[in-house]
């Protein structure tokens, strides 16, 4: 079996939330690449190609290692290399300040040996109808704190810094890489993905879709796992690299040769899924990427240890998680404000009533005085008098009683203070007809 025959796919989409794909993906048999960028208008797409340009360019080593410890050392020095060349892009280019990238990378050997370079908090599976192992760690505080015993799984769905990673390529001229050796038996899928894709599909699915779709169409099982993290929200960018490196039905032997061919072809990487969008640098040879970290040459290169925290500084990943974090301040700041006008239109309000008196009929005919609002419910009585609002002057009692006109408290009372007066001026006229 050749490189060329392994069954392979793979597909990137921007989501339903985001309005550019930062993601980038590299398929090209025995290698599988996927980067995840990070940096918004820092450039995370620039950061997720370049990376993934320079680590092709240099994980040429890896294929043609002789021996498995000799390659996962070459795979930490392509992904030193892709870092390298991040890093030296953000410094050189203030436009790309802040951008960084995750990157998970699979080289398949002979025999099925796969191996494995991460950093960052995109993942590679093995899926197989036994489900789904995950072989890479998440490099993002919920996973530290879940791995450290501070923090339950169930938790971590509504952790506040669950898109928080604390290694990614770009931010230091170092990075602490995990490049260690795997194995998939005959009938096996290497799944490496974006966190675009586990956010919204589990585990069961992942290895459900592929095993039974994969067999005779990986596109289709590919499109399948993008399809269903759309339709549940699709908040991040979503990518997915799908191989079956060693089919089910032979034990499978990758050839040296056809690996350096296929190398040859990465210096101009082509992928086999629609082109990413942005990242429109070119390949960067890793010749060009400055010089890399040296590894001792007594180096064993193990999977990191990760049961400490780096020291790098967090990065918020996923622009999803700041949407909502922004979108919670919004409506919190929305809320505030609202409450606040309905304080200060209640103050109003009630400072209005508090001052408003009006003349009034009692329902036993007699004229006093009401405070508040001339609306049933709305008013409190202030102030009585015997005068019978039937004595008044028709046009007096319209004017001061049946207006309901609004007053202060000292002309409300003056004014029924003054009812007796013209209640005289009433009668005078009338007695005067009578003499
Ligand atoms: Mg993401």
């Given at each position: 079996m050749?490189?060329?025959?392994?069954?392979?796919?793979?597909?990137?989409?921007?989501?339903?939330?985001?309005?550019?794909?930062?993601?980038?993906?590299?398929?090209?048999?025995?290698?599988?690449?996927?980067?995840?960028?990070?940096?918004?208008?820092?450039?995370?797409?620039?950061?997720?190609?370049?990376?993934?340009?320079?680590?092709?360019?240099?994980?040429?080593?890896?294929?043609?290692?002789?021996?498995?410890?000799?390659?996962?050392?070459?795979?930490?020095?392509a992904v030193l290399a892709a870092n390298a060349a991040v890093h030296q892009s953000q410094l050189d280019d203030e436009s790309r300040r802040g951008m960084a990238t995750t990157i998970t990378a699979a080289v398949v050997r002979d025999g099925g040996e796969v191996v494995v370079g991460h950093v960052g908090?995109?993942?590679?599976?093995?899926?197989?109808?036994?489900?789904?192992?995950?072989?890479?760690?998440?490099?993002?505080?919920?996973?530290?704190?879940?791995?450290?015993?501070?923090?339950?799984?169930?938790?971590?769905?509504?952790?506040?810094?669950?898109?928080?990673?604390?290694?990614?390529?770009?931010?230091?001229?170092?990075?602490?890489?995990?490049?260690?050796?795997?194995?998939?038996?005959?009938?096996d899928?290497?799944?490496?993905?974006?966190?675009?894709?586990?956010?919204?599909?589990?585990?069961?699915?992942?290895?459900?879709?592929?095993?039974?779709?994969?067999?005779?169409?990986?596109?289709?099982?590919?499109?399948?796992?993008?399809?269903?993290?759309n339709e549940r929200g699709g908040t991040d960018n979503i990518t997915v690299a799908l191989a079956q490196p060693v089919p089910s039905d032979v034990s499978g032997e990758l050839h040296v040769e056809a690996l350096h061919a296929a190398a040859a072809t990465a210096a101009a990487p082509t992928t086999s899924m629609p082109a990413t969008t942005g990242g429109a640098d070119d390949p960067v040879p890793a010749e060009d990427s400055g010089p890399l970290p040296r590894v001792a040459a007594d180096g064993d290169a193990e999977p990191e240890a990760s049961d400490e925290l780096p020291a790098m500084q967090p990065i918020p990943h996923d622009e999803d998680w700041r949407d909502d974090e922004l979108d919670d301040e919004r409506d919190l700041r929305a809320w505030i404000v609202a409450l606040m006008v309905l304080i200060v239109v209640f103050a109003i309000v009630a400072l209005t009533w508090s001052r408003s008196y009006f003349l009034v009929e009692r329902g036993d005919g007699s004229v006093g005085i009401d405070r508040g609002f001339p609306v049933a419910g709305l008013s409190t009585r202030h102030a009585e008098s015997d005068v019978l609002a039937d004595d008044l002057d028709p046009a007096d009692r319209e004017r001061l009683v049946d207006s309901h006109r609004i007053l202060s408290e000292a002309d409300a009372q003056q004014v029924l203070d003054d009812l007796p007066t013209r209640l005289d001026a009433v009668d005078a006229p009338a007695a005067g007809q009578v003499a």
């Open positions: 050749t490189p060329h025959d392994i069954p392979s796919a793979a597909r990137s989409d921007v989501g339903q939330r985001r309005d550019h794909n930062e993601d980038a993906v590299f398929v090209k048999m025995p290698l599988l690449v996927v980067a995840d960028g990070v940096g918004g208008s820092a450039k995370g797409e620039v950061a997720s190609r370049l990376a993934i340009d320079t680590f092709v360019a240099a994980a040429q080593d890896v294929l043609v290692a002789r021996s498995g410890d000799e390659a996962v050392r070459a795979m930490e020095h908090d995109s993942r590679l599976y093995v899926l197989s109808a036994a489900g789904a192992r995950q072989l890479t760690d998440d490099h993002s505080v919920v996973a530290e704190l879940v791995r450290s015993g501070r923090l339950d799984p169930g938790d971590v769905p509504t952790h506040p810094q669950r898109n928080v990673i604390t290694r990614a390529l770009g931010p230091e001229a170092d990075v602490s890489v995990d490049a260690f050796l795997a194995h998939v038996g005959p009938g899928w290497l799944l490496a993905c974006s966190d675009g894709l586990t956010e919204h599909v589990e585990e069961h699915e992942l290895a459900r879709i592929v095993v039974e779709a994969a067999p005779g169409d990986p596109d289709a099982a590919a499109a399948q796992l993008v399809d269903l993290a």
